[in-house]
């Protein structure tokens, strides 16, 4: 397994470290694009492209990115073509994040849930795969919306 992506904003540097050492503890390795790891201490939307367009060239396969509320730089990440980032704040969400939408990215809020369920949320993502299926079409169908609009 490639290295995972993580990225955070000032609001989330407490919450990355915990996410940083439970992936450690999991033998997962991770590269960190976080504001704080900059030299140039970028915004949010700075480090949620940095994360988004590692994956998208193949560096990562997966990426989490963690501000207040997860909602901005879910949103920053989804303008890098090709990229699906989803905001994941239950399991299910979590699950389908990946089974459903094939998504590269999740995306947390740390102002929003508490660290022992990011590591939850973070478990059930990484144990989650592309189910295809019914869901083929319709990724198949943002994909095509994808390249309409990146040209």
């Not at 940095?50 to 901005?72: P, Q």
């Not at 929003?112 to 989650?128: P, T």
């Given at each position: 397994?490639?290295?995972i992506?993580?990225?955070?904003?000032?609001?989330?540097?407490?919450?990355?470290?915990?996410?940083?050492?439970y992936?450690?503890?999991?033998?997962?390795?991770?590269?960190?694009?976080?504001?704080?790891k900059?030299?140039?201490?970028?915004?949010?939307?700075?480090?949620?492209?940095?994360?988004?367009?590692?994956?998208?060239?193949?560096?990562?396969?997966?990426?989490?990115?963690?501000?207040?509320?997860?909602?901005?730089?879910?949103?920053?990440?989804?303008?890098?073509?090709?990229?699906?980032?989803?905001?994941?704040?239950?399991?299910?969400?979590?699950?389908?994040?990946?089974?459903?939408?094939?998504?590269?990215?999740?995306?947390?809020?740390?102002?929003?849930?508490?660290?022992?369920?990011?590591?939850?949320?973070?478990?059930?993502?990484?144990?989650?795969?592309?189910?295809?299926?019914?869901?083929?079409?319709?990724?198949?169908?943002?994909?095509?919306?994808?390249?309409?609009?990146?040209?």
């Amino acid at each position: 397994m490639k290295p995972i992506a993580i990225g955070a904003d000032d609001a989330a540097f407490e919450f990355r470290n915990s996410i940083v050492e439970y992936l450690n503890n999991q033998r997962i390795e991770i590269i960190d694009y976080s504001s704080d790891k900059q030299s140039h201490n970028p915004l949010y939307p700075d480090v949620a492209h940095a994360v988004a367009c590692s994956i998208k060239a193949g560096k990562h396969e997966r990426g989490i990115l963690i501000c207040g509320t997860g909602i901005g730089v879910a949103i920053a990440a989804n303008k890098v073509p090709g990229i699906r980032a989803a905001q994941c704040h239950d399991i299910f969400s979590a699950e389908r994040a990946r089974k459903s939408n094939n998504a590269q990215i999740m995306t947390m809020g740390a102002r929003v849930i508490g660290i022992e369920l990011a590591k939850k949320l973070v478990q059930a993502w990484l144990q989650s795969e592309f189910e295809g299926g019914g869901s083929t079409p319709k990724v198949e169908r943002i994909n095509y919306y994808d390249e309409l609009y990146s040209k």
